[in-house]
């Protein structure tokens, strides 16, 4: 573990040299910007708990953002009382939970009814009520979870607005959420669809032609992770920060217990199995993956409003919708801020700003503005309040051509798992998918058998499928159109 200034810079300089020479993949950028989330960096934020890597480890797991930290509380959690538990390493190439998961809007929102309706087209009811289900579990359970382990994380359980701010697109959504209740999809029928007449005075945003309304919750994801952290580490989980795994490959020894040795500028670990929580940057160390997960970059946003500000306190959480790609996402926070995402009108026709982008040390120059006024343009009562952006930052989301998560055994890799590619959404999806990847490293279920949407279950098939849905639901982009 490691305290000193100097020896974080040598890291990263050392990492840059990494990523300068390995510059055609994706790996996390070396010096991503400082989101809000990560303004309390906790002590485990640097942690190497040992000065060298271990020379073997039964499990390693690559990534330590919300995917990797809870699988591997999961897979402690798994381990049958009196036996000796797998040895784990999380390897994490920046500092600990430094991804997606320390930038996103907080936003823990189920969807029961709007891609959900998409995948029962195409999947059929029973299936995409599989998905909605289990992301409607995780709002409850994890209020639960963090009670029960009492996590400091400001979980709170809420209601969730859906604010429609045209009138085709209300529609749209309306006919297909009618649809999956009439075909008998219980989570669906949890959601309360508020009419034009209402929709202004319920949801208190300005031009509203329809709202949904359901339960969802809020959270600082960073403190929630870091808590697990905290806890797989006491329990002898090894942690190496800034510690980027440059490949995985099969050991040269034949038939040596430890199949994969995995590969950093630090040394490598041999290990039986290796579990991939490297959401948006897999491809680079997974290439089957290439064009199945693919980095997209997205923007957040804190605004604050000054003390004494006449500002109505908000307390649901609130989706703000002008058509199928242009939407945004925010939170309330317990001192009066909020946290706003999206800004995707500013960027979307430029797919050099957002598509296959791996760079998160710099914002989005157009969306930049973009937060400024926002709170006033849009709610009603806040037209006085001096709200003003405090802080903009950008992710990089793991967005999957089909739109579903990769949950599972790598296609064709024998000890290899994937728990990625959650596609901007993996709040109400991450926590039980990881539980899931438990069970099959440490009791080798197969993936039918551990209670997970089937629809989540990486498969060959869905690796040879051609379709990339990403730009089913994004305008016409501009100049990069070729890139497609
Ligand atoms: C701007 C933005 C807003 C979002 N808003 C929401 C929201 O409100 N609600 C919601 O549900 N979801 C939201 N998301 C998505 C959500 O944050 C992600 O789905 C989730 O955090 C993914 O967690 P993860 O652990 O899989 O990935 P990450 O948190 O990205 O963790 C992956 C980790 O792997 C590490 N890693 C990758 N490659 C390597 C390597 N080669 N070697 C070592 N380490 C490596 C990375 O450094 C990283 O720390 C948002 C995302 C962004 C970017």
Redesign the pocket.
């Given at each position: 573990m490691n305290a000193s200034g100097d020896i974080i810079t040598t890291r990263a300089i050392a990492y840059t040299f990494f990523t300068t020479t390995m510059s055609s993949e994706h790996?996390?950028a070396p010096n991503g910007m400082l989101p809000y989330w990560r303004t309390e960096p906790h002590r485990l934020d640097d942690c190497r708990s040992t000065d060298a890597l271990p020379k073997e480890s039964d499990i390693v797991i690559?990534?330590?953002?919300?995917?990797?930290a809870s699988v591997a509380y999961h897979i402690l959690g798994q381990t049958k009382p009196g036996s000796k538990p797998p040895s784990i390493t999380i390897?994490?190439?920046?500092q600990a939970?430094?991804?997606?998961?320390?930038?996103?809007?907080?936003?823990?929102?189920p969807d029961l009814y709007n891609y959900i309706s998409t995948v029962a087209a195409e999947h059929g009811v029973e299936a995409a009520g599989e998905v909605a289900a289990f992301e409607a579990k995780h709002v409850h359970a994890m209020k639960d979870f963090v009670d029960q382990e009492n996590i400091d994380c400001d979980y709170t359980v809420t209601k969730a607005i859906d604010v429609q701010l045209n009138a085709q697109h209300y529609q749209k959504l309306k006919d297909g959420y009618e649809r999956l209740i009439a075909a008998g999809c219980g989570p669906t029928k949890q959601a309360r669809s508020v009419g034009a007449n209402e929709a202004q005075s319920f949801s208190g945003v300005k031009g509203a032609v329809g709202c949904f309304t359901y339960d969802a919750g809020s959270i600082w994801?960073y403190k929630f992770v870091l808590h697990l952290l905290e806890k797989v580490v006491s329990q002898g989980v090894n942690l190496q920060t800034h510690?980027?795994?440059?490949s995985i490959t099969k050991s040269t020894i034949p038939s040596a217990p430890y199949g994969w040795e995995v590969k950093t500028p630090r040394g490598t670990i041999a290990a039986r199995k290796v579990i991939f929580?490297?959401?948006?940057?897999t491809s680079?160390?997974v290439p089957q993956y290439k064009d199945k997960i693919i980095p997209v970059r997205?923007?957040?946003s804190r605004i604050a409003v000054p003390p004494g500000s006449t500002a109505p306190r908000l307390t649901h959480t609130y989706t703000l919708r002008w058509g199928g790609w242009d939407y945004d996402?925010l939170i309330p926070r317990a001192d009066g801020s909020i946290v706003v995402?999206g800004a995707r009108s500013t960027f979307i026709h430029d797919l050099n700003d957002w598509y296959n982008v791996s760079d998160d040390s710099r914002v989005l120059e157009g969306a930049v503005r973009y937060f400024d006024g926002y709170m006033q343009r849009n709610f009603v009562g806040w037209e006085h309040s001096h709200a003003y952006t405090d802080r903009v930052w950008?992710?990089?989301?793991?967005y999957s051509a089909d739109g579903l998560p990769h949950v599972g055994s790598v296609p064709g890799q024998s000890g290899q798992y994937i728990?990625?590619g959650?596609t901007?959404?993996?709040?109400?999806q991450?926590f039980f998918a990881a539980q899931g990847i438990a069970k099959m490293v440490v009791d080798g279920v197969a993936f039918e058998e551990t209670g997970l949407p089937r629809l989540f279950k990486t498969s060959q098939s869905r690796l040879d499928e051609r379709e990339n849905k990403i730009f089913h639901s994004t305008p016409q982009t501009g100049p990069s159109q070729a890139k497609l």
């Open positions: 790996y996390p690559v990534g330590a953002g919300y995917a990797g390897v994490e190439a920046r939970c430094s991804g997606a998961t320390a930038r996103n809007g907080g936003h823990v929102k994801a510690t980027p795994v440059s929580a490297t959401n948006a940057y680079a160390l997205g923007t957040c996402y995402g950008t992710g990089i989301m793991g728990l990625a959650f901007g959404h993996g709040m109400p991450i």
